[in-house]
């Protein structure tokens, strides 16, 4: 609720906003999938992120960790430097939420006890 007004003040219009709000839903979906870009990945992760990219942000590794946040043009992990770029399988996830792996375990996760990983 906060940014709206910002926004406004700002002079965004909301033609804009609808149109820079759709991309990134839209770009998301995509780094979330398990789309492949195959060898042209090599070239459009020089611009974009591309999935392969976006997934080191979810790595397991410590050494990953504060990486690829992007969300459209690569560049910007450029300029910040923590653009880091996939090098063989990935594991990703929490090492805390690995019984996370049914639909019910997923929808009990918020009540349950993260101390002493209980069940709910």
Do not use: K
């Not at 392969?52 to 790595?59: E, I, N, R």
């Amino acid at each position: 609720m906060v940014r709206l007004p910002l926004l406004y003040l700002l002079g965004v219009t909301t033609a804009a906003l609808l149109i820079y709000e759709t991309t990134l839903v839209i770009v998301s979906m995509m780094h979330h999938s398990t789309i492949t870009l195959g060898r042209f990945d090599r070239i459009a992760r020089s611009v974009i992120v591309t999935p392969s990219v976006h997934s080191v942000h979810h790595s397991r590794d410590p050494d990953l960790y504060g990486a690829n946040y992007s969300s459209v043009l690569s560049v910007w992990d450029r300029v910040f430097r923590t653009l880091r770029l996939p090098c063989g399988p990935i594991q990703h996830g929490l090492d805390t939420h690995d019984d996370h792996r049914s639909v019910r375990s997923l929808l009990a996760s918020p009540f349950r006890d993260v101390h002493n990983r209980g069940e709910p």
